[in-house]
């Protein structure tokens, strides 16, 4: 497995402004990605995060949004832009590690919009 | 695309009983089924998993099956214990493609 950290941990935004989560891997990994999880939800694939290309999003989310950044192999950033209290959410990363393709998760980042 | 639907949304059980969580899958394309268990305020845990050339796969007290046929897949706690008070979360992979497709999740009591 991969050892997967995510800051911040949680935090407390006014609607309007943006906020940048980073997500930050002890191996280099191929895969990674950010998931949606809205309170007492399910998970849902915001995009995958690309190394040195644009990230591939999921119908419903848009760059605009959602801009995600991919330098290296072990360092991914997430932007929720223009934030309104539906954005409220656990916002987690995952990489793709392990010879079978299983995939990990970070602790996540709880993210209340007031 | 894929959707994968599980049930129940919630368990309650008895320390010491089994607990049974039960999954479907609608793309008979997807190959692999993992099972994640998130405990408050931490991200999901991936606890066991299974692919479609295999029809059960067991981890000490976790089980999990796999019904190819019915495209439904189950996970299986044995001799439940406090600590696997969480919610359960199911997912599926189509062959191929690198997306997880979850389930609505289950969560599970455990009662002393």
């Known amino acids: 497995s991969a050892v997967i950290s995510q800051k911040p941990s949680r935090d407390i935004c006014q609607r309007g402004t943006s906020l940048t989560i980073q997500c930050q891997v002890d191996?280099?990994?191929?895969?990674m990605f950010w998931y949606r999880q809205q309170p007492g939800q399910s998970l849902t694939l915001i995009a995958t995060?690309?190394?040195?290309?644009?990230?591939?999003?999921e119908s419903g989310f848009v760059i605009d949004k959602f801009p995600i950044s991919r330098p290296n192999l072990t360092f991914s950033t997430l932007t929720v832009s223009n934030m309104s209290p539906e954005d409220s959410s656990i916002y987690l990363c995952?990489?793709?590690?392990?010879?079978?393709?299983?995939?990990?998760f970070g602790e996540g980042s709880r993210l209340t919009v007031l | 695309g894929e959707n994968v639907e599980q049930h129940p949304s919630t368990l309650s059980v008895q320390e010491g009983d089994s607990a049974v969580i039960k999954c479907t899958y609608s793309?008979?394309?997807?190959?692999?089924f993992p099972w994640y268990k998130q405990e408050l305020g931490k991200g999901p845990q991936l606890i066991i998993d299974?692919?479609?050339?295999?029809g059960e796969k067991k981890d000490q007290r976790i089980a999990v099956t796999l019904n190819k046929t019915a495209k439904h897949f189950s996970l299986h706690i044995t001799e439940t214990q406090p600590e696997d008070s969480a919610v359960y979360f199911c997912?599926?992979?189509?062959?191929?493609?690198?997306?997880?497709?979850f389930g609505q999740g289950t969560r599970l009591t455990i009662n002393p």
């Open positions: 299974i692919r479609s050339n295999v």
């Open positions: 995060a690309n190394q040195g290309s644009e990230a591939t999003y």
């Open positions: 997912a599926g992979k189509i062959q191929g493609a690198q997306k997880l497709v």
């Open positions: 995952s990489v793709g590690a392990g010879g079978a393709g299983e995939l990990f």
């Open positions: 793309d008979s394309a997807s190959n692999y």
């Open positions: 191996s280099q990994v191929t895969m």
